[in-house]
């Protein structure tokens, strides 16, 4: 009698010993004469076992272990699975030259493909079993491409609508007037900046907020396509924990520049 044997948490395939360490009998299941090959059909949760001397395929359910044989050609050495199109190709080598193909859903056979050779026989189901692989990862990426495009018109439709900052995403909008810079410093050795720039010219207003609270709001004057530098440690002092929020009334554009022993960072903030 031939049999497969089949282990918890995984499923091990050969007429061998199992490593005790490593897996744990749970049952054998008879299946035909000298099994030389396996393909495991996720979707449908079956086992395809080709049986060299038999001719046939013996189909497992990885539910119950319940057997179904399935005839093919002479010596089948090698299966695989396309889930892609409910097809089973089983390559008979040696005296054959051709692959059986079986329905993945009704496990008839379907017909016979002829090759010309074993060689070309293991090729050909080598292809099949490729040809799903690509298929299924186009499928995962085009579902991975769908969702950040929804993702990106969720954001949109949010600030296209916000008018409060009720949480992050309706705090957003697409009219940069507003920046936050959370987490800055002007310890001994750290120099902070704010780099702003403003397509047209109109006055923002600066607040400053270090442990001991915000400091009085200060104005400043963009010119139109200008850059303008302010230095924040002159603004707060040394030896501060600093965030910083820029107000204007019309779309400008900001970033902290913060240097420490010579080291550069920037941040490009939060804005609303």
């Known amino acids: 009698m031939w049999s497969l044997a089949v282990a918890t948490p995984l499923l091990a395939v050969g007429l061998t010993s199992l490593p005790a360490a490593a897996l744990t009998l749970e049952n054998n299941v008879t299946v035909g004469r000298e099994p030389i090959a396996v393909a495991v059909d996720q979707a449908t949760n079956r086992i395809y076992v080709a049986n060299i001397t038999s001719g046939t395929v013996s189909v497992i359910n990885g539910t119950d272990n319940s057997v179904t044989t399935v005839t093919v050609g002479n010596d089948p050495t090698a299966v695989a699975v396309n889930q892609a199109t409910n097809r089973v190709y089983v390559a008979n080598a040696v005296n054959s030259g051709w692959v059986s193909v079986i329905n993945d859903a009704t496990l008839d056979q379907i017909g016979d493909e002829i090759i010309g050779g074993a060689s070309s026989t293991i090729a050909t ?8 692989t690509i298929t299924a990862v186009n499928a995962a990426r085009d579902s991975i491409t769908t969702a950040i495009a929804d993702a990106r018109d ?41 780099a702003l720039f403003s397509p047209t010219a109109q006055t923002v207003t600066i ?64 804005h609303n």
């Open 125 to 132: 189901v080598v292809n099949a079993a490729r040809d799903a």
């Open 207 to 270: 607040t400053y907020y270090t442990e001991s609270g915000a400091k009085a709001p200060v104005t400043l004057n963009l010119p139109a396509n200008t850059r303008v530098t302010v230095d924040v440690n002159a603004a707060v002092g040394s030896k501060h924990q600093v965030s910083t929020q820029i107000v204007g009334a019309s779309l400008f554009y900001a970033e902290r520049v913060i240097t420490s022993n010579g080291a550069m960072g920037t941040g490009s903030g939060e």
């Open 154 to 194: 969720a954001v949109n439709s949010h600030t296209d609508t916000a008018t409060a900052p009720a949480t992050a995403l309706a705090g957003r909008t697409n009219n940069y007037t507003q920046w936050f810079f959370a987490a800055g410093s002007t310890v001994s050795g750290v120099q902070e900046t704010l």
